[in-house]
């Protein structure tokens, strides 16, 4: 046998051996051992993660939108977001027009593509805001020249709340059936391959599906074990319309947790937390996962973006749902009754 054949096969065994498939059946054949995918004994084996966050929800359109994403709402530290993309498999990344960081988010992906990781393998999001009603194009093309790509995966109308007048009482006239036509041309142009919704309620959905010619792939809302809205999703998931879940642990960061309570002091979800060996934050997304959502959790922390993303992991049991379900106390943290920009309206509670 020649030198090159021989080489040719040395390079064949070392990626057998190495191969994601190899190692998790070693640590699946030796659960007491430690394989080569595991960091130590308390760590879950990084295959696993690799596999289970490489899950996604087929939309209707045919385009697929991975399960777990990270949000970027307040989010400064473009290493953060690098980081989640080369080392712990985030492949969904959220942002918007208002967050005012699309140009970090950019910068972060690009360094992610630089370290070998393809565009075709992201799935990136960002949202319309009220501003760019008039003119949807013309909004997401100047978020693309932000963003420093060719084409977001997924674009959003950020909330169905139109502009006021200079008089801050009069709405402009920006009904949603024409907004929706500019998003229907972001998809028509290739500058969008999935168009979707925001912070819709059921009967603004109703009215869309009514004059959609390409219907909304999605409706991101916020869900958590406080507010769990089983109305709307039930909604969605009869229609197709996939749910992406954002402030899944409700709002821990601010004083009140958004609501007067903190989620991760939950006693219900602590006790099923320690059962699990896992944190009350893993069981609340993974609790939403398991409701067949889409999950945007978002931290400035790589600690817990590690923490969060193994949620994935985590498989609950019918009990164990209904405790979580038990929970719900219609809480809402983002209430557009807060936000002058939006006349203090108390629109969606």
């Not at 051992?33 to 289970?52: A, H, P, R, V």
Request: with cysteine; glycine share 6%.
């Amino acid at each position: 046998m020649g030198e090159t054949k021989i080489l040719k096969l040395l390079i064949l065994c070392i990626i057998l051996l190495y191969s994601p498939l190899a190692l998790a059946k070693s640590c699946s054949e030796e659960p007491d051992k430690i394989c080569e995918g595991c960091t130590s004994e308390n760590d879950i084996c990084t295959m696993q993660i690799l596999q289970e966050t490489s899950r996604s929800v087929a939309l209707n359109n045919g385009e697929k939108m991975p399960t777990f994403g990270l949000g970027t709402y307040d989010i400064q530290n473009q290493e953060v977001i690098t980081y989640s993309i080369v080392e712990l498999n985030y492949r969904h990344i959220d942002t918007a027009q208002v967050y005012e960081n699309e140009e970090l988010v950019g910068k972060a992906i690009k360094e992610a593509i630089q370290a070998g990781i393809s565009r075709d393998e992201l799935f990136i999001t960002t949202k319309l805001w009220n501003s760019g009603f008039e003119n949807p194009v013309k909004a997401l093309r100047e978020s693309l020249e932000r963003l420093n790509l060719q084409y977001v995966d997924m674009y959003l109308i950020h909330w169905p709340i139109p502009e006021f007048e200079e008089d801050k009482k009069t709405f402009k006239k920006t009904p949603m059936h024409q907004v929706w036509q500019g998003m229907e041309r972001c998809v028509e142009l290739g500058i969008a391959k999935s168009i979707g919704v925001s912070n819709f309620n059921v009967q603004l959905l109703i009215d869309m599906l009514a004059y959609a010619k390409i219907p909304p792939t999605c409706n991101q809302v916020e869900v958590h074990p406080y507010y769990q809205q089983e109305g709307l999703l039930q909604f969605c998931q009869k229609y197709g319309i996939a749910v992406v879940a954002y402030a899944p642990l409700s709002s821990p960061a601010r004083p009140d947790g958004g609501n007067g309570r903190n989620i991760l002091k939950d006693p219900i979800l602590q006790q099923i937390a320690n059962s699990h060996d896992k944190t009350p934050a893993q069981i609340a997304l993974a609790w939403n996962l398991q409701l067949g959502n889409v999950v945007i959790s978002k931290t400035n922390n790589v600690t817990r973006a590690k923490e969060n993303i193994e949620a994935v992991s985590v498989a609950l049991s019918s009990n164990e749902m209904n405790l979580i379900r038990s929970l719900d106390a219609n809480e809402k943290v983002y209430d557009t009754q807060e936000w002058e920009c939006f006349g203090n309206i108390h629109a969606f509670k």
